[in-house]
Structures are given as C-alpha cells and as structure tokens.
C-alpha cells in the first residue's frame, strides 16, 4: 500500500510538527483531498494527498514532530476494487502519481488556490461508500468509526440476506498492540499533561479515554474540576497548582527567534525616530474610503504609508538594498516586496506584497488586505514570505507609540509605524504660532549601519513624514 513521506514544502525544511489530521482511518480520498495540516518553521501548510484511496493508517500523531521524508499515512487501493459497495460512486482512478511540493501552489502558496488542482470544494459533495461487513469484522469495524468520530449511530450497515458477505476472521490484537481508544482533543490534552493513555480508566463509550478520565489521572485520581472542563485550555496549559508552565519552542516561534538572533548580532542596528502631524493622512483616509473604487477594501493608514514608503524608496534606493557578507557585495534591489510583519498565535510572521512597487493604491490595498486575512488566520504560505526586501511593522494597532525593530534577516531597514493618537500640537497660521489638536504620530527606522550611512537613513525617514504630513507631496516623487 502507498505511504505517504512527509514533503519538503519549501526552502530546505527539515522537519514538521503534525497539527491536524483531515481524514481518519477507513475514509475515502482523491488525488489533491486535503489529509493533514502540519506546523513548519514558516507557517501551517494544508497537505493534499497524492493517491487515490481508502485511508488504511494514520503513522504519525498529532502534535508529534517528524523529519521530512517520514511516512505519516498509508492510503490502500480503491475502495471500489478492495470490499463490496451496497451503493456504487463514481471515484477517481487510482493515481500513484507525487506531487511536487517544492511548487509553492501545491502547498497554498499559489494566488487564489490552496491545493494542487481541484479540491474537495470543486468536485461538489460526494458520498462516501458504505462497506458491507459482518461478524467480528462489523463490530470492529464500527467500534473504530465510532470511536474516530464521536458519532453513536453505527456506520457499519448490515447486509441484506441476499447480498451477505461471508465474515474474514478477526486475529485479536495483544494488549501490547491494542490501540487505546481516546479522541484527538483528548489525546492532545494527555500528551500536554505528560499523561499516558494507557494507565488512564476509560470511563467512555466503547472503553474510550475521556477528558475527565486524563484530568482525573493528571490529578492523582481526584478528578478535574468543572471549570477546567468547560474552558478550553491555551496554548501554554495551566495546570491547577503548578507555579510553572514549561512550552516546548518550535515551529514559527523557533525560526523567527533564531532570526532576530541572527540578525541582531549580525548587522549593526541604528534606529532613527520622527514624531509627526498626522492629521492630513486621516483625513484623506476619510476621504478614500468614501471613494467609489475604494468601497470593497480596507483604507487605513497603513495603507498610506506603504504607498509612502514605496514612493520614498525611488529616491534613496540604498534602503532597498542588502549587504551580501559572503560575496562581500551590496545588492541593489531593482523591486520592492515590502513586507507586514504580523503577530499570529504561532509567533511572528513577515509575509511580503511582491512588486508592491508596481501596484497601484487600490491594487496594494487589495494585496495587504489578503496578505493580512491570511497571516491572523496562521496560514501564511513559506513562498509568501521569501524574498523581502523592506518590511513594515504596525505597533500602532496595539496602542504603543513606537519602538526599536530588528531588522528581517536579508534585507537592510524595517520601519515601525506608532499610534496615530489626539494630541496638542503647535500649528502655524498666517504667520501666527497656536495651539490645536491634532493626530500625531511617531515612525522609527531601524538600519543596516554597514552601507546605509546617516544622511541616507535620515532623509528616506524625513521622505516618508512628508508624505504623511502633506500627503499632496507624493505628487514631487
């Protein structure tokens, strides 16, 4: 039976932590159905599966980590060839084709698609096959399904007379090899108490492992508490009566720490600050979002600043270049792929707008629009951001006033854009100095201080205000 290796879905990962599997044991799946979604060091990847069959073992766990190259699932013939239908369904021959996953498509990188070719979603609704079994095999058969879903209706249907099939003999397993029956969530939750399964009592249907059987085991046989029950627990778990919660550092959380490491003590950071009136951005972002070709897609600031910065980069082009140690070489970049750096669970990401130089407003305010919607939802592809070459980081959304940014490794300047915040602020009228509220902000530029000098630092930082401060000057550029 076909095995399933965990892929290498881009730029020389080694490893990958199983997060969520899609199918269970005795599902049916085509070429390109989704089976797994796994935790690399860039991001959470969706896996298509690249046979065609009945799912026949799920090799690794959730939450466990793998190397690239291990098989994780073994996926049999088609159903259709391996046990009796009652009622026959048109399935897809079977494939023993691979899919390149290197291809940033196959893994969710591509525009607009998830998944190598069609998806569940295109094919329309399908229905699963039943199997016709009896005997040991049925009752083993709906125990598993039973188990696998939750579901108390059996799955296993009984044949007609006419159509019996006669019973396989069922070799019993050992207890060394019986598998403790116990839902995923379950499971997960064993593994985060360091409970093992096997001690627990199954006070379950079908001898299954329940959350009340792994707390009471986690509490020495006292049982959990109902509010431990009832809320779901984060993702660094709290046990009731430890001062200490320990949270192994992988995935996302591991490569961005290794980089700003890396980076920190690798390019001599300086960073440089401006606070500025603000007030002519908010009102021209009121004014964009009454705009007719605005209306379907988020005008904020941020957006006006990308724009800024886009426009300030044409003019000092050493911001947009990279010291090259290896070669001893400072790469000019002739394009920009600006990057968002954006908090999501699983640690930060710097997802990047390709050619975000070349897009107009309504074109970049559409692609930081998607590229944002993907980050929040953790599934920021690792193709979507390779190849930044200047980032931009929105503290302002939190409240803070600024900061001093890390630079992303392979690039030479991040900027850090403030809270635009209701502030006094001097004004000068007619020649006469006064006093008036207005919306004020603070930008930070952090810089590569080996080839990127002062003067070019400060006046690409001074481009970027004025655009802000009088957003008509973008017109100068």
Not at 318 to 342: C, M
């Amino acid at each position: 039976m076909p095995e399933y290796l965990l892929p290498d879905v881009g730029e020389g990962l080694i490893e990958a932590e199983i997060v969520t599997w899609k199918v269970k044991v005795g599902d049916v799946v085509a070429v390109n159905d989704i089976v797994v979604e796994i935790e690399t060091a860039k991001s959470l990847v969706e896996l298509p599966s690249p046979y065609a069959g009945e799912v026949t073992a799920l090799l690794v766990a959730e939450g466990e980590t793998v190397a690239v190259g291990t098989p994780i699932i073994r996926i049999g013939a088609d159903v259709a060839s391996a046990v009796p239908v009652v009622e026959p369904v048109e399935t897809p021959p079977v494939a023993d084709m691979v899919i390149d996953l290197s291809n940033p498509a196959a893994s969710g990188g591509g525009e607009g698609e998830s998944l190598v070719g069609r998806n569940k979603a295109d094919r329309g609704p399908t229905r699963r096959a039943r199997k016709v079994a009896s005997g040991a095999l049925a009752t083993h058969i709906q125990t598993q399904a039973s188990f696998e879903t939750g579901l108390a209706s059996p799955l296993v249907e009984a044949a007609e007379p006419e159509e019996a099939v006669p019973a396989r003999s069922v070799t019993p397993l050992s207890p060394a090899h019986a598998r403790v029956l116990a839902k995923p969530p379950v499971r997960k939750l064993a593994k985060d108490l360091g409970v093992d399964l096997a001690g627990c009592a199954a006070s379950g249907p079908h001898g299954t492992v329940t959350r009340d059987d792994v707390h009471a085991a986690a509490n020495g046989g006292r049982g959990a508490s109902a509010a431990s029950l009832e809320t779901p627990a984060p993702r660094a778990l709290v046990i009731p009566g430890e001062r200490e919660t320990r949270e192994p550092i992988k995935g996302v959380r591991k490569m961005m720490a290794g980089a700003m490491v890396g980076s920190a003590f690798t390019a001599p950071h300086v960073t440089e600050w401006v606070t500025l009136d603000a007030t002519a951005t908010v009102e021209l972002v009121d004014r964009l979002k009454k705009h007719r070709e605005l209306r379907d897609v988020k005008v904020s600031p941020l957006l006006v600043l990308a724009k800024a910065v886009l426009l300030a980069l044409r003019r000092t082009p050493e911001i947009n270049s990279f010291w090259d140690d290896a070669a001893q070489e400072v790469v000019y970049k002739h394009y920009v792929n600006l990057g968002i750096a954006a908090a999501t669970p699983r640690g930060l990401v710097v997802p990047n707008v390709k050619d975000a130089d070349g897009l107009s407003l309504l074109e970049l305010a559409e692609a930081l629009g998607a590229l944002t919607a993907t980050a929040r939802e953790g599934r920021t592809q690792p193709a979507e951001m390779a190849g930044g070459t200047f980032t931009i980081t929105n503290v302002g959304v939190f409240g803070v006033d600024a900061g001093t940014p890390i630079i992303n490794p392979g690039e030479s300047a991040i900027l850090c854009f403030g809270a635009i915040r209701k502030q006094p602020w001097v004004v000068t009228r007619d020649g006469v100095d006064e006093i008036a509220v207005r919306h004020v902000t603070t930008l930070a530029l952090s810089f590569d201080h080996r080839h990127i000098d002062g003067e070019k630092g400060s006046r690409f930082l001074a481009d970027v205000a004025g655009i802000l401060e009088d957003p008509a000057s973008a017109l100068l550029f």
